[in-house]
C-alpha cells in the first residue's frame, strides 16, 4: 500500500507551477522554457509516484503514433524557414517544420504531465486553497464536487453506451442525419444522468451540515512543508530566470 | 468479425457469442423459467455474457468491433434488467418508445408509423397516460414497464426477463402475460429468479411449452 499523505502535494505550489508551464508551453517558441519545464514536471511526478512513473511512459506511448503522424504533416506542410532536410531539389523539412513539431510534442507531454500530476492534489485541500483566495464557499463546494463526480461520470459513460448500443442500433447503417443525432443523444442522456447525482450530492451536504440557511467555515489549516515552499520559490525563481532570458534575447 | 468471401461479394458475419449461448440453451419453441436457486442469477449471467463490466473505457461500447458485436446482440436479445438504471435517449415516454421502432428501421428519427407503433403499444401496456411524461421521473414499476415496452418493440429473437414478479403488481404481470400471448410473432420467453411454488407458472405455461432451465446445468456443460 503506498502512503498516500506521501504522494499527495499541496495544492499552491502545483497549481502555480501547472499555471506557469502552461503559459510558458504556449508563449514561448524557441522550446527552451517549455523543455526545461516539462523536466521539472517529470521530477515532480517521479518524486510524487516513483512506483506509477513507467506506467505514465506507458501511456504517452500509447499516443505517440498520433502525435508522430500529426507532427509528420506538420513537418511536410511547413514550406516557410531555412530548408533542413533536401532531396535532390525537393525541399523536406523546414527549420520552422521541424521546431513546431518539436514544440508539438512538448506542449502536449507538458499537458499530459499536468493532467498526471493534478489528481494528486487532495480535494478538500483544493477547497480549503479556494476559501483561502477568497472565493466563495458555495462556488468552491460545487467546483470540488464537479471533480469528484468525475468517476462517476465515467461509470455513466459506459452505461449509457451499453444502452445506446444494445438498442440494437446499428452506427455503421445510419445516415449523416441520424448520426449527428445519435452523438446528441448520447451527448443529452449523459448530461442528464450526472443531474441525477446532484440530489445525492445537495442531501450529503445538508446532513453534514451544509444547508442553505447555516453558514459554515472550513477550519482547517492548510500549512505548507519546505518541500512544497521549495517548490513554489523554485517556480518563481525560474519564471523570474525564463523572463529575463527572454528580455535580454530579444534587447540582443 | 467479418469474413468476406474472395471474388463473390458475399458477407458472412459471425454471430455474437451471447446469441450462440442463447440459440444453444434456449432453442425457440418453448418459454423457459430458471428457479432462484440462491446461487446462479440470470441477471449476472447476462452482465458477464454481455460483458458490461468488464469494459475498461466506454469508447469500447461506441465504436470499434465490440460495440458492433453489442449492436448485433441487441437487435436478436431483448432484455428487461432488474439491478440496471435504465438510461433513456428523449425527453417523453412516447418519443423513447417511437424511437425504440424507428431503430429497428435502422433510424434515429421517427415517422409517423412508427409514433402509430408507439401508441399502440402505450395502450397494450395501459402505459398510456405517461405518454408525456418524462421517462427518467417514473417510478420503479413504470420504468421497468417503459423498458419492456422498449424491448418488446425491438422484435427480438429471445426476450429476458430478469424477474416477472419484482416491481410489479398481480394485475401489471396479467397485463403483460396478456401482452405474451396476444403476439403473433413472439419471441422466445426467459423467465429468471422463479420459485417452483410461483402461482405464476401455470399461466406462463398457458402461453406454449414451459420448460424449467437451470443456470448450474448451462454453466456446467459450458
Redesign the interface.
Known sequence: MTDRSKTTAHPAPILFIGLTASLWAVADHRGIMSIIWLIILCSIIYHLQPDEFSHFFRRITKLALTLLFVSFLQILFRRSGQPVLVYKTIVLATHDGMLEAGLLWIRFLILFSLATLLPRISLYQFLVLLGKLRIPLQFGLMLTMTLKLIPGV?KE???????????????????I??RF??VK??I??LL??SL?YLPDTALALELRGWDQTTGRRLESPLSMKLKDRMWLTGAIFINLLGLWYYSISMNG | MRLKKKNSGITHETPPPITVWAEKYFPPGYSYWIPDDGVHDLHNELVTR?D?KN?RR??????GAQ??T??????QIA?VPDD???????WTVHEELAR?CA??D????PSEIHDNLAYNLMQQLTIGHLSAQAP?RLSDGESKLLVLA?QWA?K?RWLFFDSLTRSFSDSTIEMILSLFSSAQEKPVLIFGNMSSGSPWLEPLSSLGSLKMRTLREIRNDG
Open positions: 465515467f459513460a459506459k452505461l449509457v453506451m451499453f444502452f445506446f448500443r444494445f438498442s440494437g442500433l446499428r452506427f455503421r447503417k445510419l445516415n442525419h441520424d443525432k445519435s443523444e448520447i443529452s442522456a442528464m444522468r441525477a | 454481455l458490461i469494459n466506454s469508447g469500447n461500447l461506441l465504436w460495440a458492433e453489442l449492436s448485433k446482440a441487441g437487435t432484455w440496471l438504471v435504465p438510461v433513456f435517449f428523449t425504440a431503430v429497428v435502422g433510424s434515429l428519427s427518467d422498449l425491438k427480438a
